[in-house]
């Protein structure tokens, strides 16, 4: 089965502070794939990042970036000098091929609330 | 492009009622997918489509259909609401295949009394 545990429920920072969400995820494929979304206080969805379980580079984008691990199944995201307009719900999110032909799972943990205090 | 809409934006149910969720997507994307929000249990999946004609069960699909009769659109046909249908319900699109970003709607929120 999988899963995804996003253990940190809420998190508090101020501004300009640097935070890490953590993400650990369960699989028994061998390919797969995982993603970041934001949901901001309006309530859509945003993509930020996605990786596949064959590329373990950690990556940066502006203050964002994004440490995978495959030796502990970990997907962890940091903001660097964190601002206001990071406060969001932030998801993390295992993709795996599953169901009838083309079908897949997608599976979401269960969010870090992320307040980012002036 | 609109991306995914989603219709109506807001509505309430008494128990037993039925009613459908729109949702298009101008995209021309294969897959499409309806999830439910609920506080502290993160986005549950519950139906997906990879085509017209083609669709599956996801982790929650019980008290829920779906058909797929166009690229364009995914309705979810609640057949007689339950208070435990109260949630937010996102429609998402995407390219096809586990590996692609979904583009979500803006949400559906439903209250069943």
């Known amino acids: 089965a999988q899963k995804v545990t996003q253990a940190q429920t809420e998190i508090s920072v101020v501004e300009k502070e640097d935070v890490t969400l953590d993400c650990v995820y369960e699989t028994r494929d061998t390919t797969y794939y995982l993603f970041w979304y934001k949901q901001p206080p309006s309530g859509e969805l945003v993509f930020l990042i996605r990786r596949n379980s064959f590329d373990e580079q950690n990556e940066i984008s502006g203050r964002y970036s994004w440490n995978f691990q495959k030796s502990t199944s970990s997907f962890n995201f940091t903001i660097t000098a964190s601002q206001v307009v990071d406060s969001a719900v932030y998801f993390c999110a295992l993709s795996v091929i599953s169901g009838v032909g083309q079908g897949f799972s997608f599976i979401f943990g269960k969010g870090t609330r992320l307040l980012v205090k002036p | 492009n609109a991306g995914v809409t989603q219709t109506p934006k807001f509505q309430v149910l008494k128990t037993g009622q039925s009613m459908t969720l729109q949702c298009a997507q101008d995209?021309?994307?294969?897959?499409m997918s309806w999830y439910r929000q609920d506080p502290g249990m993160g986005l549950r999946l519950i139906h997906y489509s990879v085509g017209a004609g083609i669709t599956d069960q996801g982790e929650v699909p019980n008290g829920y259909n779906v058909s797929r009769s166009t690229t364009e659109d995914f309705p979810l046909r609640l057949l007689s609401a339950a208070p435990s249908q109260t949630s937010v319900y996102f429609c998402?699109?995407?390219?096809?295949?586990?590996?692609?970003?979904?583009?979500f709607g803006p949400g559906t929120r439903l209250t069943v009394l």
């Open positions: 995209m021309n994307h294969e897959y």
């Open positions: 998402a699109s995407g390219t096809g295949g586990s590996y692609n970003e979904q583009f």
